[in-house]
């Protein structure tokens, strides 16, 4: 069976610092892969996806993912981090029909 | 209204007694999901329905009973839970038709079973 792994479950990060969030998956395919950002007490936002073509993938509010085939990894990663952009954070993949498995989701915080 | 709709964003509720949660989607969307967000849990696929009909029970007791009268509505109808069913439940949407697209998040109810 397919599964996600998000190893930190809590970050903390300074404001202005760079910001990498670790995501790993198993399957033997190339599954279709997402992060999710979940701020308290809300429903959970797309930031970006990857299907194939170019491993690099950009999103929103800033942030960008690169797939690893060989490292089964989808890390998520942006320059800068914002106050703003505490959160729970998930990676999911979908490799059947329209079933999404979750990772564990990481918890960012920024410190001032 | 735009995306994805859930009522109530917070309920509680003995274990004695019958709710119902609603999520509506207004995306034209043809797949609808619920969702169990525990603390500590990575997030569990409920129930699916694809184009109204339920395609997957994800091993869920029967306390939990999902109706989807049209592609646009979702419920969860609840009855006899336990403490350990208090979670956050997230209804999602999404577009199926031969492309795995990624689906839409409601912003979930907060139940707490007393």
């Known amino acids: 069976a397919q599964s996600v792994t998000q190893p930190d479950i809590h970050i903390t990060v300074s404001e202005g610092a760079s910001l990498e969030l670790r995501c790993n998956y198993s399957?033997?395919?190339?599954?279709?892969l997402f992060w999710y950002v979940q701020s308290p007490g809300q429903g959970l936002q797309l930031l970006l996806k990857?299907?194939?073509?170019?491993?690099l993938v950009q999103g929103i509010k800033g942030f960008e993912a690169e797939f690893k085939r060989s490292q089964s990894s989808f890390n998520l990663r942006k320059p800068s981090v914002h106050w703003s952009d505490a959160a729970e954070y998930l990676c999911?993949?979908?490799?059947?029909?329209?079933?999404?498995?979750f990772g564990g989701g990481t918890r960012l915080m920024v410190k001032p | 209204e735009t995306g994805v709709t859930q009522t109530p964003r917070h309920l509680v509720m003995g274990m004695t007694n019958k709710k119902s949660l609603k999520c509506e989607q207004h995306?034209?969307?043809?797949?609808m999901y619920w969702y169990k967000q525990s603390a500590k849990k990575p997030l569990e696929l409920m129930f699916v329905?694809?184009?109204?009909?339920?395609?997957e029970n994800n091993s869920v007791p029967s306390r939990f009973s999902p109706e989807c009268p049209n592609s646009s509505h979702l419920f969860l109808h609840l009855h006899t839970l336990q403490p350990e069913d208090s979670a956050l439940y997230l209804c999602?949407?999404?577009?199926?038709?031969?492309?795995?697209?990624?689906?839409?998040f409601g912003p979930g109810t907060r139940l707490t079973v007393t």
């Open positions: 999911t993949s979908n490799n059947a029909g329209n079933m999404l498995t």
């Open positions: 990857y299907f194939s073509g170019d491993t």
């Open positions: 399957y033997g395919a190339t599954p279709y």
């Open positions: 329905y694809n184009f109204k009909e339920q395609t």
């Open positions: 999602a949407s999404s577009q199926v038709g031969g492309f795995r697209d990624e689906q839409y």
């Open positions: 995306l034209g969307h043809n797949a």
